[in-house]
């Protein structure tokens, strides 16, 4: 990758972009990074070796492409800091929930450069999944090269922006469900007596290995969960429990809630 690449905000989602992405670069002279907190910047930059700059229009001067990794709220406020640097040799990747495309050409200008993207903390460890929809005046070549900076941490799929809400549901707040479901896991291991931290590995495990057989085998998840309920056996006894309990529907009742607060902030 011979870009330059900028990131303006660098909280959880932007370090695990950044921690994703590090390895697909020759070298990080190429990545410049602007953090409101001094000492925040310093810590990014002697632990990745990134370039800091000063202000967002210095990074964006800097940069060819920018991600923007801020807090919905504050993205105006960059929207004002940079708009005089923008311009159509600049492509500006938002991660950011509820702020639509509309309202970043409404801020940046109609002719801006805009790819609105959806990726997940997963990133950090390469294993990310992330959506992108790139505005009109972005062209394929800018989308291709978007899309292979965005592989340096995972999955990518361009989505048309109006299902972004479903992203957000399935795979962006997502990593917070499948932890807690980790977490309960490892809870009830340790409940019947097996140590924290090897409850934690086992747990992990089954829910990376049986991720990886639905994305492998292409086979339906429910002709999985069968293979794993020998009759009259254990697993067929938990199943059970688990729909008395409710629990599909209160995974699809939390992932509404999610899909409809997404909604309700980009208004
Ligand atoms: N966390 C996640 O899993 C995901 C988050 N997102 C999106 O990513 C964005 C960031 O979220 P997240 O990483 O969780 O939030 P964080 O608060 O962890 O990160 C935001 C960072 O931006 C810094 N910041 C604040 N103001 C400015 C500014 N004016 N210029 C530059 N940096 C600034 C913050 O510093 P300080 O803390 O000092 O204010 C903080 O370090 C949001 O828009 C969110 O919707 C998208 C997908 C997944
Ligand atoms: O909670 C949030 O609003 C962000 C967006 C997706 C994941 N985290």
Redesign the pocket.
Known sequence: MNKKIGF?????????MLNGIIDSFDNSDKIYV????EE?QNELKKKYGVNISST?LELVNSSEMIL?????D??P??MD?IRSAVDDTKVII??????TIAAIEKGLGDNAKIIR?????PAFVGSGMTSMSPNKNVTSEEAAIAKQILEGFGEVEEIPETLIHSV?GVS??A??YVFMFIEAMADAAVLAGMPRNKAYKFASQAVMGSAKMVLETGMHPGALKDMVCSPGGTTIEAVAELEKTGFRSSVISGMRKCMEKSKEMSK
């Open positions: 303006i905000g660098c909280g959880n989602m932007g370090e695990a602007f953090e409101k907190n925040r967002p923007v990794a801020v807090k919905p504050i993205f406020l960059v800091d938002s991660i950011a929930a509820g702020v993207t959806m990726p997940n903390t957000i962006g707040s990593p917070a």
